[in-house]
């Protein structure tokens, strides 16, 4: 489809409110995914690393707990 000017591309033959509001809001949607994913890696991997810590700190009081 062409368009004779840039009027003419951004309303879309009367249809423009429609187009560019569908482009935004899977544009937001996208954004939102990205971000929610990410923050919620981050949390993820900080409750490994917590995990990791104390089972690491539950075994050294173990072997702590022979030498007295």
């Given at each position: ?24 809001i899977s544009f937001l949607s996208l954004i939102v ?14 409750t490994v690393k917590q995990r990791i810590a104390r ?14």
């Open positions: 489809m062409a368009f004779s000017s840039i009027a003419d591309f951004f309303s879309m033959g009367g249809y423009g409110f429609y187009v560019w509001l569908s482009y935004c995914l990205i971000i929610n994913t990410i923050n919620k890696k981050k949390k993820i991997l900080k089972q690491r700190r539950i075994k050294n009081a173990q072997n702590m707990e022979g030498t007295l």
